[in-house]
């Protein structure tokens, strides 16, 4: 209980202000949806914390077959069951849930831990998510046609400065605020394809990468650099279907990367083919978002090609291994000093995770990252990063996190005018 109340009434503040040494100024917050030059879910359940659900390849949770001893729903849905609405919901699939997710973050610099966003703030407290969801979904092995919905919310939270869409919630001002994450409603056709389709239609989270946006579902609170600097979410129309127990297929068009209904909409195919084998320990998804890579002048928006791979191969049990490997690419980008130019970034995170209990695992991630022109990070230069983390869950609904990192540039000084940033910390989650 009083973890509840320090998390609360941190959410009730503002960050500080002022530097606490150095008088450092904080950079500015990115304009958000368009993530130009910022001074953001997948596979295996493996690393996560106890209870988290399996990841498709869209960000959401992944529909599983109901079994007996599927897991007691957290403390929100069990108390809305005791009433004749809770009992409504759960009799038409629906479940409500959510969680609050606060952290604290040390770090050699003085005050911005910036290009890492999400804990980007050195030596302070930080209410990232008070996140809310309400989904029905499908389960695509009953041969019938169902329809589905799922709405994420972040109400509020500091994170919501970076992952909000263009033209959507981005006007606001303030270390708190709200944004409207996904968004979609969904249908399942039996008989459209071998194994039938689903077919979603809204605010979907990406598909192009490991990590997510939903801090109770990604292995750390810090993210890696080819998450923070791709898409976070599209909107459009998504179909993914599975042509056997091996291949699925899933072919989308949206209306860009991180911007909903606004004047800088653009045509863009999303796209996604799956290998999976039936009970295989190795998985590999290959994602793409295609459109005419530019940056729009008129729009002060960016248009960018990305090629993503997730390869996944779980050597037992404990042990697993993910490598996420992006490229991503734009012309006619604004490079500073007046120039204009094409601009590429790419890289790789490799993440080993080990399940000590069932209550603890650790996560070791081991990145690189090239921002070539500096366009994405502000700052040109190859970036590694190495990160290790716990996560706790000392009950169903409460998991502590603490991790250490390790971030260096090889060629500027993106960290407070230094090459090197030590940092550490811990995020704590409690689910409803």
Known sequence: MNTIVLLTALAAGQLPDAPPSGGVALPAIPQPGVRTQLPMPTMPPAGMPMGMPMMNGNGAAQPEEPKPDAPEPYALMRLLQTTQFGQGLTDRGISISGWAQGSYTASSANRSNLPITFNDRADFFQMNQHFLRINKDIDTSKEEFQFGFRTEWILPGTDARFTQ???????????YQIDLLQAYGEVFLPNLGPKGTSVKVGKIATHCSYELMQGAETPFLSRSYGFQYNPFTHTGVYATSQLNDTWTVANGLVVGSDNFIDS????????????APKDGKTSVLFNTVLTDPRFDVAEAFPYYNVYNMVFTHN??????????ATFSHIDGAPLGGGAVGSATWYGAASYLIYKHTEQVTSTFRAEWFEDTKGFRTGSKGLYTGLTYGVAYAAKPGLIFRPSVRYDHNNESNPFEGKANLYSGGIDVIIRY
């Open 264 to 275: 800088a909409n653009q045509a863009t195919y999303v796209g996604q083919l799956k290998w």
């Open 315 to 324: 050597f037992n049990d404990k042990l697993s291994y993910v490598m996420d």
């Open 165 to 175: 869409s263009r033209g959507l919630l981005n006007g606001q001002t303030g270390d």
